[in-house]
């Protein structure tokens, strides 16, 4: 008994494994959506028109930046936290009750698994700000993304494994029993760490306050971005003193983003909305199309394959498996590998590195679009072998792609000025889910009206056609 209280205070005192957790069980509603869903419901006969709606229920993660700032403003991180995961796990004691023919009802369920999980992933930032000191942030990071895929990857390829073996109702109540264990490990972590918050809230108000009358020097604890320490200093003197001040947890990343994005800028242009200045930094347009653009073609083939061997008779199971859990696993090896090749161990920019794997992406939508014309999947096990190659390289070339990306619009946010970096990151990347989430809108009405090859010449279509945007890229750091 010792011997496990021990090992449950050494988890539950260390930043990354608590934060790895909570990005892991934040996974679990997209790759319910993304993965889960799409195919559970094709093998229920359920049409891809209204496959494709389903997307629009993933809207609160591109509107969470309207309730942010009411997270800042009421209340704590680990309250919004709480509320946050008992409401995931309400939604999933729901959708265990519903029937999952029942169309309308399981978009309602959905929908609240998506509002309850960006609101989650609010107060997560907030409090990954707060906790992890300068030292542990490359940790931090990297507990976001391998946690937060992790967890898509168990609610995607995992949950269609499953779901063969366990009825749609005992899924649902797995859900809810792993959000119930995480709310009690958080609790815990309050019990065991009952002054660390208390104490983090209070060094946060003496350090800010202290910075603002003398002038110190920058925060040592990587808590606050040095860029930003002015801002900070000016909010602390509009707002010392108020209730709502003295209330208020450490700024989440998203809220530094929205709070930053409505200042004026430094030259006192008052009638400026913070959005034209976003508009208006260097390379910020040609990024924005790029955002739109970029993915498509692959969003597509992505979506769409999955479904396409549904239909041609392969177990849900094998096609979750091998899209869920396999190829999510590439994606992860794909992003890890794209930033390997981009801190040094090769001689090739970002820029480089999009050009030579936009190319090699053309690859896997080919095979595909040779196997729909083959049309004999089940049969042929040479096809066969065919999609399932197809489908893991181009999730590990799609990794790359998206870390190349990632880098890319970073350093275009690095072109803004500095009291609005945080917003102009933030609206790319809204820009960046904005444009797959449309597409994969009426991708599904789209094929249910033209069949999957000729969607397929139009997914290479739209692949090939995003290669040009390349050459007008306007950032320095991408030329040879």
């Not at 700032?69 to 009750?97: H, I």
């Not at 396409?308 to 992003?335: C, E, R």
Request: aromatic share 12%; with cysteine; charged share 15%.
């Amino acid at each position: 008994m010792g011997t496990l209280y021990s090992y449950i205070h050494s988890f539950t005192h260390s930043n990354i494994p608590i934060l790895t957790t909570l990005y892991f069980v934040q996974g679990l509603p997209y790759g319910i959506q993304a993965r889960f869903l799409p195919i559970y419901l094709r093998a229920k006969s359920v049409s891809l028109t209204n496959l494709g709606l389903i997307k629009l229920l993933l809207l609160p993660w591109l509107l969470k930046i309207v309730w942010a700032p009411l997270l800042d403003r009421y209340s704590s991180k680990r309250t919004w936290l709480l509320v946050s995961m008992a409401g995931l796990m309400f939604a999933s004691l729901a959708g265990a009750a519903i029937d999952e023919e029942h169309f309308l009802s399981l978009c309602v369920v959905v929908f609240f698994m998506n509002f309850f999980a960006s609101t989650q992933d609010i107060a997560v930032d907030g409090m990954a700000v707060a906790i992890l000191s300068a030292d542990e942030l490359g940790k931090g990071n990297t507990a976001q993304v391998v946690g937060y895929k992790l967890g898509a990857i168990v609610g995607g390829g995992g949950l269609v494994w499953l779901s063969d073996y366990v009825t749609w109702r005992h899924l649902f109540l797995v859900l809810s029993v792993t959000y119930f264990c995480t709310i009690v490990l958080v609790l815990q972590l309050s019990q065991l760490q009952n002054t660390y918050f208390r104490k983090q809230k209070t060094s946060r108000d003496q350090k800010l306050k202290s910075e603002t009358e003398n002038e110190l020097e920058p925060n040592k604890n990587g808590y606050i971005l040095t860029s930003r320490e002015h801002d900070h200093k000016e909010m602390i003197k509009k707002t010392e003193g108020s209730d709502c001040y003295r209330n208020d947890d450490l700024r989440d990343r998203n809220a530094i983003s929205t709070d930053e994005g409505r200042k004026r800028t430094a030259a006192g242009r008052e009638e400026d909305w913070w959005m034209l200045t976003v508009w208006r930094s260097p390379g910020t347009w040609w990024m924005i199309v790029y955002c739109l653009l970029y993915k498509l073609g692959e969003q597509g083939a992505n979506g769409m394959f999955p479904l396409y061997l549904v239909d041609q008779g392969i177990p849900k199971g094998a096609v979750g498996m091998w899209t869920g859990v396999v190829g999510q696993g590439l994606s992860i090896v794909g992003s890890l590998l794209g930033g390997w090749l981009l801190t040094g161990h090769s001689n090739r920019t970002p820029l480089d590195l999009l050009h030579l794997t936009f190319k090699l992406r053309l690859l896997p939508i080919m095979l595909q679009m040779a196997v729909i014309w083959e049309g004999s999947t089940q049969e042929s096990l040479f096809s066969y072998g065919f999609a399932v190659a197809s489908m893991c390289l181009l999730q590990l070339v799609g990794g790359v792609i998206t870390t190349a990306t990632f880098t890319t619009m970073m350093h275009c946010s690095q072109q803004a000025l500095s009291t609005i970096q945080g917003s102009h990151y933030t609206s790319l990347a809204t820009f960046e889910v904005m444009g797959k989430l449309l597409f994969m809108t009426v991708a599904g009405s789209l094929t249910d009206f033209f069949g999957y090859f000729n969607m397929y010449v139009f997914f290479a279509f739209l692949s090939v056609g995003v290669m040009p945007l390349l050459e007008f890229c306007p950032f320095n750091f991408c030329k040879k």
